[in-house]
């Protein structure tokens, strides 16, 4: 749709890592701003492609259909869908459900996109996906659509959309995970040893966690890996991830698995098995992220139920969490740009964003909403919930990111089910990691 569409300044400069950037300073929850991190890192940059710009006045007597395509449903997408459906006439979107989890979300979306598809307008892509589908040229450069209506946005959370100096999506909610726990069976943990030790104590303290081969296992391990301060390539570029505080995390985690600590079932688990299996009644912790605590809520588990940030490594350190969420992103092949920026400038807006938080507790992107009274009144863990967003870091940020996790989440799991030697898994993991970035 070229009249929405303005040709892209061709860049010059060398990229700007700007976006190595993550946790979360919120001052007073007024003002955040953003921090540097080491922990996710920076791998080499590539530049993108040019790509079409969004105009945000592109919604301007918008009228039709758009198809906004993700993962699994946990009750956000279509609610949201819905609300912006009653609220006007001229626009009609509809959510269509593309994977279980984000692993075989981003498979299915990528064949959609690889094979030229017209389906899905708006794609709701994980923050992990930025910098390789710029690069594949298949969305709309938004840069000038973030400029209009994001100055509100948390920078962590904005920076998830950049690559190459442009923003390639809008923030839909950000993601940080807690640990959900029983209070009639154990308390708040002190730190990963202590919620470990609590757990093996009875089977029925264990951990229910994420350990199916997938990225979810990636983001279980670099929550160890994080608060036991490794990281997985450095501000330069350098993989560092085949460190001492790599074989403590994987060890600890092993260990956990053969102690009980950890419910064995969790091998098969993501977001939405673990929960499940804690609101049957199993387990002492449950960590999962905030879009869980209705679910969880509503079940018999909920009434015994309390939530707390993620702890540190050993109680020396600092806790430390990954910054998970989900952006929209427009593909270039979108059949309706237009109505697509309508909807995207809706789900931003305050708004929408503090019906979000009300109704789902999926955390807000606008810093205002995590001491909105309404909000800290209904949600009662909106203190956690700020907490463990100041602890979390990011990801690395590549083009080749699903390679590097897959690196990962494929030896981390080679460990925990068949107990393959640690430190040849780290090793693995760093060469795989390494081979990754050389391929582009
Ligand atoms: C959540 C997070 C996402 C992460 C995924 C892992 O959906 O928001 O960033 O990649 O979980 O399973």
Same mark, same amino acid.
């Given at each position: ?55 945000? $006045?592109?919604? !301007?007597?918008?009228? @039709? ?8 449903? =946990? ?15 001229? /626009? ?64 962590? /959370? ?5 690559? $190459? ?18 209070? $009639?069976?154990?308390? #708040? ?43 997985? /390539? ?56 905030? @879009? ?11 009434? !015994?139920?309390?939530? #707390? ?25 979108? !059949? ?7 909807? /995207? ?31 800290? #009144? ?28 897959? #690196? ?30 050389? =391929?582009?």
């Amino acid at each position: 749709m070229k009249s929405n569409t303005r040709a892209s300044r061709r860049r010059i400069t060398p990229f700007i890592a700007a976006a190595g950037v993550a946790a979360l300073v919120f001052s007073g929850c007024s003002s955040p701003g953003a921090a540097p991190s080491a922990a996710g890192g920076q791998a080499p940059q590539a530049r993108a492609p040019q790509a079409p710009m969004l105009a945000p $006045d592109a919604d !301007k007597g918008a009228t @039709g259909d758009i198809v906004f395509c993700g993962g699994k449903d =946990t009750g956000i997408r279509e609610a949201t869908a819905k609300r912006f459906n009653a609220m006007q006439s001229a /626009i009609r979107v509809s959510y269509l459900e593309l994977g279980a989890d984000t692993s075989a979300a981003r498979t299915a979306a990528i064949q959609r996109l690889e094979g030229g598809s017209t389906d899905c307008d708006i794609y709701m892509t994980d923050v992990v996906w930025t910098p390789e589908w710029a690069q594949q040229g298949w969305l709309y450069d938004q840069t000038d659509l973030v400029k209009a209506v994001g100055g509100e946005i948390i920078p962590s /959370i904005l920076s998830t959309t950049e690559y $190459d100096g442009r923003n390639w999506a809008m923030p839909f909610y950000t993601d940080s995970a807690l640990i959900y726990y029983r209070t $009639d069976r154990v308390k #708040a943990p002190t730190s990963w040893k202590d919620l470990y030790a609590q757990a093996a104590a009875d089977p029925e303290h264990k951990l229910l966690l994420q350990a199916k081969a997938y990225e979810g296992l990636t983001v279980n391990f670099l929550e160890l890996l994080y608060s036991a301060g490794g990281s997985v /390539i450095d501000e330069q570029g350098k993989v560092v991830i085949d460190s001492p505080q790599a074989r403590t995390a994987l060890t600890f985690m092993r260990d956990g698995f053969k102690n009980g600590s950890i419910d064995p079932a969790s091998l098969t688990y993501d977001e939405t098995g673990v929960r499940r299996a804690y609101e049957s009644g199993l387990g002492g912790f449950q960590r999962n992220w905030p @879009g869980a605590w209705n679910g969880t809520q509503a079940s018999e588990a909920g009434p !015994k139920t309390a939530v #707390a940030p993620l702890p540190s490594f050993d109680g020396t350190g600092k806790p430390a969490g990954v910054l998970g969420g989900w952006n929209l992103a427009v593909a270039q092949k979108a !059949k309706n740009p237009g109505a697509s920026v309508a909807f /995207i400038k809706y789900v931003a807006s305050e708004e929408a964003q503090r019906q979000m938080v009300l109704e789902t507790a999926q955390s807000p992107i606008r810093a205002a909403l995590y001491s909105d009274p309404e909000v800290v #009144a209904k949600i009662p863990f909106a203190p956690q919930l700020k907490t463990s967003l100041e602890n979390a870091k990011p990801r690395p940020k590549s083009p080749v990111y699903a390679q590097i996790s897959r #690196a990962i989440y494929e030896n981390v799991y080679a460990v925990l089910s068949e107990g393959s030697d640690v430190d040849a898994a780290i090793k693995k993991m760093a060469d795989e990691i390494q081979k990754a970035q050389e =391929t582009f």
